[in-house]
């Protein structure tokens, strides 16, 4: 480590942070992980910076602070009135001479657009409000008059229509579609504790997803937005489980829309790094905004293997550390597809997929697979497999067929 690298401090050091940590390694990127002692992250990265705790909790946070000189994270439900505290006052450093100095710490993406998007009614009312198309949406009242309000959005926007929790939800956790009168009762008992809201439901062809870098000068004003490819996301019970590149059967215009809605809606957030914008393709070919969560995504986990010199993670350590970008993402490969290893019935139900994966060898295609050091749960992302190829993404899906079999067999 030269005395001139700067330690990034990571919140949260999930298979996210592991990643963040595999392709910081060989830049000589120090970071410094405020999680459990033997996080995914932690198990591959060994050093003197580490934090160990919650990176919901507001002391933990400043003591990371303190070891490193730029702070990021790899999840958005993260305590933002200490990072605002941070990003305002600096932090407080122990000197060897027992006195203490003040020091200043760069967050990056900015507390703004974490508080923002934390709420995802708020998130979607900001965008929608800056010209960003999205599902119409009604804020539900919570407590006794929670029913009365749940009955107005199904007259608004009739059956099914969907119910959400306002803040940390992931994986379709606060999700509720609700299709019939029956279904609010349920919904009160799950749900009755929770902001929530109501949002229409889009009968969408697919779900598309493009990552994009943002980066800005230390005054806060925005440099550049770079988009990587749009890719096309398969949620199956609400997790995300495929990710297509290119996304199948949708025109090249469509695939330009979509990453035309993406940087807008990430020129609007504020702070350096990558942005993950969630949309909805619709029949009649318009894009809807779903969410937005910035930093490393699912969506965005076979740019390792498709943009090598340049993927999801590697771009999170470029764009905060304010390094050089290229102008445009171009994939080296012409078409992958991403699959999701979750966590079956019992721990070792992934076991025979991972077996397939490693002995899979096709002409002009590659098989990588990723395992997190996670323990097996059922639903549980534990890895990932990335197939790419230089033919049409039906050729490589028709290549990939075994391990989309068995890793449907394993969800049943
Ligand atoms: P993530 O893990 O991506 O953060 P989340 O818990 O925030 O997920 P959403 O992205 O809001 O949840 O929804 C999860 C999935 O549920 C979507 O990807 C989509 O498949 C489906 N969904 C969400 N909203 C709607 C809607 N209004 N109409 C139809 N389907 C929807
Ligand atoms: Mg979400
Ligand atoms: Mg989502």
């Known amino acids: 480590m030269s005395p001139k690298t700067r330690v990034v401090g990571l919140l949260g050091g999930g298979q996210l942070g592991r990643m963040l940590c595999e392709s910081g390694a060989p830049l000589d990127a120090q970071i410094a992980v405020l999680d459990a002692e033997n996080c995914p992250a932690k198990q591959i990265n060994n050093n003197r910076h580490h934090v160990t705790g919650s990176f919901k909790d507001p ?3 400043k003591e990371l602070a303190a070891n490193c000189d730029i702070l990021t994270v790899e999840i958005e439900h993260i305590e933002t009135e200490v990072l605002e505290e941070i990003d305002t006052n600096g932090v407080q450093v122990r000197n060897a001479d027992g006195t203490t100095t003040n020091k ?12 923002l998007v934390q709420n995802k009614y708020e998130q979607k009312e900001y965008l929608k409000n800056q010209g960003i198309p999205i599902a119409e949406q009604m804020a539900i009242e919570s407590g006794d008059a929670m029913l009365a309000s749940m009955g107005e959005a199904s007259e608004k926007f009739g059956f099914p229509w969907m119910l959400k ?3 940390d939800s992931y994986d379709g956790r606060g999700n509720f579609k609700i299709s019939n009168k029956k279904d609010l009762e349920q919904a009160v008992k799950e749900f009755g504790n929770l902001s929530c809201y109501a949002e229409k439901w889009v009968p969408f062809e697919l779900e598309l997803a493009v990552m994009v870098i943002r980066t800005e000068d230390d005054s806060g004003k925005m440099k550049r937005v770079v988009p990587y490819p749009v890719v096309e996301t398969v949620h199956e019970d609400n997790i995300c489980s495929k990710v297509f590149m290119p996304p199948r059967n949708v025109s090249e215009n469509v695939c330009k829309k979509a990453q035309k ?3 807008s ?3 609007k957030l504020w702070g350096r790094g990558v942005f993950a914008v969630e949309m909805f393709l619709t029949k009649e070919g318009d894009i809807i905004f779903n969410e937005c969560a ?4 699912n969506s965005g986990h076979a740019s390792i293997e498709s943009v090598p010199y340049m993927s999801q993670f590697k771009a999170q350590l470029t764009a905060i550390l304010d390094e050089p970008l290229p102008e445009v993402l ?3 490969v012409s078409s992958s597809i991403m699959i999701n290893i979750l966590g079956g019935a019992d721990p070792d139900s992934h076991l025979p997929l991972v077996e397939k994966a490693k002995s899979m060898y096709g002409s002009r295609t590659a098989v990588y697979v990723h395992l997190y050091g996670k323990e097996s749960k059922p639903s549980r992302k534990i890895g990932h497999i990335t197939v790419t190829g230089f033919g049409s993404i039906t050729d490589l899906e028709a290549f990939a067929q075994p391990l989309l079999k068995m890793v449907d067999a394993i969800r049943q």
């Open 330 to 332: 171009e994939p080296h």
């Open 104 to 115: 200043k710490v760069a967050i990056h993406p900015s507390w703004r657009t974490l508080r």
């Open 59 to 61: 002391v933990k946070i």
């Open 294 to 297: 910035p930093r490393p995504h």
């Open 261 to 263: 809605v993406a940087t």
């Open 165 to 167: 929790a306002r803040k």
């Open 265 to 267: 809606v990430v020129e």
